[in-house]
């Protein structure tokens, strides 16, 4: 972090403070008492199963030189009044990006928006050193992760690569504010988070707020062969606009050379990279992070070896083998409708003929769930899939009254059970739910 003092930020705070060392330096913000450490200020943010107000005073004993709070009964000589912490810790962020103002690459979409960003984190690192580029950690795309993404900037950062998630309309217009995209990407269009949006159409709007704080100069990659892509290019006002796709209009394309190396088209280049990751959804991925490289004229060759050093992301067609030699593909991370007509895909066209899925309930689809659920195992009937092992409130209905071959479980233990007598050498089993399911804990059992 850079070096802050409360005298740098004291214009944020609510309520004028006095008898203090304005000059002191912050080492670092923290929203976690338990991790404190000296000279860290503390930040009490109040959530939907804690209210960080409640352990001020613990954040003070374990380091905290300071502390901010929107419960006024704990104000003291170290202790400062904010309204809103969550609404405080934008504003610090905000307050470090206008000075460090590095070139903000951010990514969001229904699906692969976490993979997209570590590839694009491999490309970079061919050519930006460690201390140059800012990687926001795992998922933390939300209005309390980003920003705390942000708090991690110094000078020596030239790049930062963001994930803007949403579960509501003008969460990410609000991220944008924060982080206004030199390059902004949408992955996809899909299901995710539909109860709470009237329809899709909703969630493609949403999205599409990445677009809302961007400038002329900005670069905008968008999927070309999404059904929404006549909407998210509508009014844009950048002009540099990068497409990816398997359509012929699309500016980043591919073709396949053989199951590991892909040919990819770029504009009026191309280059042959192999890659462990699994998927035709994995392609798309990386196309959307080769579009990010063309925008920062990255070279051919940094692009190639960003590719092809890429390992993939944990829970995400993540490949492993269980205990009698079955091949596993862990896609545990998290599910929605379309990450799991994708992940039925990568199951059905494994060379292996005997093909396992274990799957779960896919979360936050409100009024059409049920009809999503339901979806979902009419495409398992109609691919080459051996046998379904189910779990999940959601995914019992479907299961019991229309899969072909397959079954639903009320217990983990007992899906197991059964999994096993049935898992041979020759098999391949893929688990994919959503992430209150928790599916890897069936993979840790027989793996």
Not at 18 to 32: C, E, G, L, Q, T
Not at 308 to 329: D, H, M, P, Q
Not at 377 to 393: M, R, V
Not at 415 to 422: F, Q, Y
Request: net charge neutral; proline share 2%.
């Amino acid at each position: 972090m850079i070096k802050i003092t409360l005298n740098d930020i004291s214009s944020l705070l609510e309520l004028p403070v006095s008898n203090i060392n304005y000059d002191a330096p912050i080492s670092d913000f923290s929203i976690d008492s338990r991790t404190i450490k000296k000279g860290d200020a503390y930040i009490a943010i109040e959530g939907e199963k804690y209210n960080g107000n409640d352990f001020v005073l613990d954040a003070i004993k374990n380091g905290a030189t300071i502390a901010f709070t929107s419960n006024k009964k704990y104000l003291a000589p170290n202790i400062f009044y904010v309204k809103d912490g969550k609404e405080f810790l934008k504003k610090i962020a905000g307050f470090i990006m206008k000075i460090i103002n590095p070139k903000v690459i951010a990514v969001t979409g229904s699906n692969g928006k976490t993979t997209t960003k570590e590839i694009i984190a491999s490309i970079l690192q061919q050519e930006y050193s460690e201390k140059e580029l800012l990687i926001a950690q795992g998922n933390f795309n939300n209005d309390i992760g980003l920003p705390l993404t942000i708090l991690r900037l110094n000078e020596s950062h030239k790049i930062t690569v963001l994930e803007m998630g949403m579960n509501h309309k003008g969460e990410i217009e609000d991220l944008t504010r924060i982080t206004p995209p030199d390059v902004a990407v949408i992955t996809n269009i899909g299901d995710a988070h539909i109860e709470n949006f009237e329809s899709k159409d909703g969630i493609a709007a949403a999205k599409k707020e990445i677009l809302t704080n961007i400038s002329k100069k900005s670069f905008v990659i968008l999927p070309r062969d999404d059904k929404y892509f006549e909407f998210l290019v509508t009014d844009l006002l950048s002009a540099n606009i990068i497409t990816f796709g398997k359509s012929n209009e699309a500016d980043i394309r591919y073709a396949t050379k053989d199951n590991l190396i892909t040919r990819y088209f770029l504009l009026d280049k191309f280059l042959d990279a192999k890659c462990s990751m699994i998927g035709d959804h994995n392609i798309m991925n990386i196309m959307a992070a080769i579009s990010v490289a063309q925008a920062l004229k990255i070279s051919i060759n940094s692009i190639k070896n960003g590719i092809e050093s890429f390992k993939g992301v944990a829970g995400r067609l993540e490949l492993k083998y269980a205990k009698n030699g079955a091949t596993i593909i862990d896609d545990s991370y998290n599910s929605n409708p379309s990450s799991m007509i994708a992940a039925i895909d990568v199951l059905a066209s494994h060379t292996n003929s005997h093909k396992l899925l274990v799957i779960g309930d896919m979360a936050e689809l409100g009024k059409q769930s049920q009809r999503l659920h339901s979806d979902i195992i009419k495409y398992i009937n109609d691919s080459d899939i051996s046998h379904t092992f189910a779990i999940g409130d959601c995914m019992k209905q479907p299961i019991t009254n229309n899969i072909k071959y397959g079954s639903w479980y009320n217990s983990k233990n007992d899906l197991i059970k059964e999994l096993r007598a049935l898992m041979r050498e020759d098999s391949v089993v893929l688990f994919k739910g959503s992430r209150l399911m928790k599916m890897e804990e069936i993979i840790h059992i027989i793996i």
